[in-house]
């Protein structure tokens, strides 16, 4: 009789948790998921779940007992709870000296500069700074705090010592520090997306340019167009470097400003499936989702490499509501997106509309690359309620 499969436990029940399920299912790893509520998008499709705090130590231990590794849907896992899991001999991945620098930006941003990493310039601000250190620094700039933003929150875009008032009040709130940036005249932003495993072995996949709307990612097109081949390549081992000296397992995320001199700085790096990675579930040999599962498993990687020319990634985000109604259709739109595109993949995370709220994507594939970009963003639209509602 054979050994029964490794248990994995993810933290966390967000749309990446749910996403780990189908690959999970195809290598026969069972996985074991701590929600924070029931009914999350992942404990819909992951019936091994416990609600819980990943705040909560003890919480953490009971969903890891008996498990071989766990991983994680989000950063938000206190770092002296990983290193606690990691005393207990749990192997943690990615390891909580690697997850600081995806959980503090402050940590981040030294460790990379001392690496030679380039990085927009950037300031701490201590306890007690003030709006006087950020007209220092220089306006127009960007304030961020250093821990707990995403999807545009905790970033603030500052003109005037007017400005910094919010900041400096949410910082104040949460206990964290704020990290002054230089408002980076970019070009188009770019993602180059690794997966590294315990053993070293390394894949990287084409670089990818994407789209932001309100700090949240709108699109994304695989691989970035015309962008230059050394650029690429110089993409790729940045993040290829960043993965082995920071010793990342799993998916690394290295979100990239292009710069209109043809440089390229980091923005910020995550250490998980990514927004900027979901293209690869249908353009890609290897999902991200699949080579995340088997890094930290410590499994042979899977082939990055494109599949089409082209894949087009469009997020269906929550419209504001109408007449105190959600405007988007979900489920209701599979008839029109699916007659009209037979070769479109929809992907929805069984979340309740709100507005801005990603609940769900499409992938469009291709050898025409404006084909694709109308065909997702059509798609994306009519989920979204942006189109057909016109005679309601």
Known sequence: MSEPA??????????????????????????????????????????DHRVGDHRDLDD????????????????????????????DGLAVRPGPDALVHAQDKAVMRARLTAMG??????????????????????????????????????????RSAADCDE?????????????????????????????????????AYPVV??????????????????????????????????????????ILAVELFERRDGRILVNELAMRPH????????????????????AVMDLPLGSPQARERWTV???????????????????DGFPHAMARDPRLRVHLYGKDLRPGRKVGHVNAYGDDLEDCLERARHAAAWFRGDLGNESE
């Not at 188009?188 to 390394?202: K, M, N």
């Not at 699109?219 to 970035?224: I, M, R, Y």
């Not at 007449?323 to 979900?330: A, M, Q």
């Open 313 to 331: 990634m469009v997020n269906i985000l929550g419209a504001p509501e109408r007449d105190g109604e959600p405007v988007g259709r979900l489920y």
């Open 209 to 250: 340019a994407s789209t932001q709307q309100d700090g949240i990612c709108l699109e994304v097109v695989a691989p970035a167009p015309d962008l230059d081949p050394d650029l690429a390549t110089h993409a790729q081992q940045v993040a290829l470097r960043i993965a082995g000296e920071l010793d990342v397992t799993g």
């Open 60 to 87: 953490l231990r009971a969903l890891t007992a008996g498990c071989a590794a766990v991983t994680f849907d989000h950063e938000h896992v206190p770092t002296a709870h990983l290193h606690a899991l990691a005393a």
């Open 117 to 158: 990493v380039p990085c927009p310039r950037h300031l701490l601000l201590g306890e007690d700074a003030g709006p006087d250190d950020v007209a220092a620094f220089g306006f127009p700039c960007v304030l961020k705090t250093t821990r707990g933003g995403y999807d545009g929150k905790g970033v603030w875009v500052v």
């Open 275 to 294: 927004n900027t990675g979901h293209w690869t579930q249908d353009g890609a040999v290897t999902s991200q989702f699949e080579n995340h599962l088997r």
């Open 6 to 47: 490794p248990v994995l436990a993810v933290v966390g029940g967000g749309q990446l948790a749910r996403m780990m399920a189908q690959p999970a299912i195809a290598l026969g790893l069972p996985l074991r998921l701590l929600a924070e509520a029931e009914g999350v998008s992942a404990a819909q499709v992951i019936p």
């Open 167 to 203: 900041p400096f009040a949410a910082a104040r709130e949460s206990g964290v520090a704020l990290l002054a940036e230089e408002l980076v005249d970019f070009r188009r932003e770019l993602s180059a997306l690794v997966a590294r495993s315990p053993s070293g072995q390394a894949a």
